[in-house]
């Protein structure tokens, strides 16, 4: 099994930062890509950014320029500056990770973290 768990999520200003930060552990062979969501009430989970075991990292337009994801080993990592209201979401870390090396990869999702930017 493998479990995934975020920390850093808050509150904070608009204009502030957050740097939020996931662990992988468990029984995990490979980590072929690590990546942030996030959901806001009454909306869908969206893709914020990703970063693939090579380093390529894609992100959602609408955080481009303000936030940063990157990865060490079994953790990833999520800057967010200059952050607005409408950021404000549960944000869940994902993996897609192969347990050995004979199995499928699989996605696997944390619980989730709240950031809440508000004055």
């Known amino acids: 099994q493998v479990h995934l768990v975020e920390s850093g999520g808050g509150l904070v200003q608009p204009g502030g930062s957050l740097r939020l930060s996931c662990a992988a552990s468990g029984s995990i062979f490979e980590i072929n890509s690590m990546g942030w969501y996030r959901q806001a009430p009454g909306k869908q989970r969206e893709l914020v950014a990703a970063?693939?075991?090579?380093?390529s990292t894609n992100y959602a337009d609408s955080v481009k320029g303000r936030f940063t994801v990157s990865r060490d080993n079994a953790m990833v990592y999520l800057q967010m500056n200059s952050l607005k209201p409408e950021d404000t979401a549960l944000y869940y870390c994902?993996?897609?990770?192969?347990?050995?090396?004979?199995?499928?990869?699989?996605?696997?999702w944390g619980q989730g973290t709240q950031v809440t930017v508000s004055s």
């Open positions: 970063i693939m075991s090579g380093g």
């Open positions: 994902n993996a897609i990770v192969a347990v050995t090396d004979r199995e499928p990869n699989r996605l696997y």
